[in-house]
């Protein structure tokens, strides 16, 4: 990291207080529109910036994966589904951040890349999280994401018997469609 005088302040949801370099603040689209839209020419006095949705050990994640690809080319958009090839060095960095996390932690961490905009990370952990359910029946990716089910017996009965995920998206577009109704109707 660079001389911490040059580094912006991050508040997590839990109170901690944790620095990122200004280069690796260009990782998150999150906080280079925020940074855009409240220039401050002496970071020092910033207040920290404020991560609502994100908790110390989350963030600390978050903050040393932007630190570690600072110097790569940045994904700009969801379109470019191909993210610059990172050295080995960095791919080893990589593996070593996310390999021993479980399926809540990788949420987690999904879910913080997604609020703060960090899309290589959140490329990088929807593999990971594809890999883990590719292959499996609802139920098994039920009780590996330990969820609750809210299907009828008929549901569920035709949930074992089918693709889990052709049937998923059945399901989903059905109430879909019904809460559409039901809006159409409360107007």
């Known amino acids: 990291m660079t001389d911490s005088a040059d580094n912006y302040k991050l508040i997590t949801n839990d109170g901690k207080v944790l620095e ?8 998150s689209g999150m906080l280079v529109e925020l940074l855009k839209n409240c220039p401050i020419d ?16 989350i963030a600390k994640m978050v903050i040393k994966w932007c ?55 959140r490329l990088e952990i929807s593999k990971i999280l594809a890999a883990m359910v590719s292959g499996k029946k609802y139920t098994e990716i039920r009780t590996l994401w330990q969820l ?9 009965a035709k949930l074992s018997t089918v693709d889990s995920l052709e049937y998923l998206t059945e399901l989903i577009t059905k109430h879909e469609a019904e809460e559409v109704a039901a809006i159409s109707v409360n107007e």
């Open 148 to 156: 609750e089910g809210d299907f009828t017996a008929e549901e569920e």
């Open 42 to 57: 002496d970071v020092k006095s910033m207040d920290p910036i404020v991560l609502a949705e994100v908790n110390e050990t």
């Open 67 to 121: 630190e570690d690809h600072r110097d790569l080319p940045i994904l700009t958009d969801d379109k470019s589904i191909t993210p610059p090839e990172p050295s080995e060095e960095i791919k080893n960095m990589e593996k070593e951040l996310l390999q021993d996390l479980d399926g809540n932690q990788l949420c987690a961490l999904y879910q913080a890349s997604n609020w703060m905009d960090v899309r290589c990370l």
């Open 20 to 27: 990122i370099s200004k280069q690796a603040a260009d990782r």
